[in-house]
């Protein structure tokens, strides 16, 4: 049995591929143009039901990377969650949370917590028409 290398498409390549297939282009013309069977164009547009999944966006209650930098320098001043809470008009126990979620009070790093915190928002969740066929 021949192995098959996965079929990675950069970001740019995805779009192209939704643009063309919102613009009702065949899933084996899009594979022609990407040199790939038309296969791998499917397990690109399965999951979502082929219809385009919503760009990715956080929350305005989230904390921003800004906030989490001024946690991070409150931090390397040796201030109290309390403090640093007042200074940003939030509650101490999200600025807790954030602490202990990302490394706590000596290893919080802001940069590394904004990513990681990106990460493990991330859902891989089928549409609902992928869910319920009928």
Request: aromatic share 6%; glycine share 6%; with cysteine.
């Amino acid at each position: 049995m021949k192995h098959r290398t996965r079929i990675n498409f950069s970001a740019v390549q995805r779009t192209d591929i939704w643009d063309r297939w919102q613009r009702g282009e065949s899933m084996r013309s899009i594979g022609r143009l990407f040199e790939r069977e038309s296969s791998s164009i499917y397990a690109l547009l399965q999951p979502s039901g082929g219809i385009r999944p919503p760009t990715r966006t956080r929350s305005r209650f989230a904390l921003s990377l800004a906030e989490r930098e001024e946690i991070s320098r409150g931090v390397a001043r040796q201030q109290s969650m309390r403090c640093i809470a007042r200074r940003l008009k939030r509650s101490p126990s999200t600025i807790s949370r954030e602490l202990h979620r990302n490394g706590g009070y000596n290893g919080y790093r802001a940069a590394a917590a904004d990513q990681a915190t990106w990460d493990r928002a991330h859902r891989p969740k089928q549409c609902k028409l992928a869910q319920h066929r009928a």
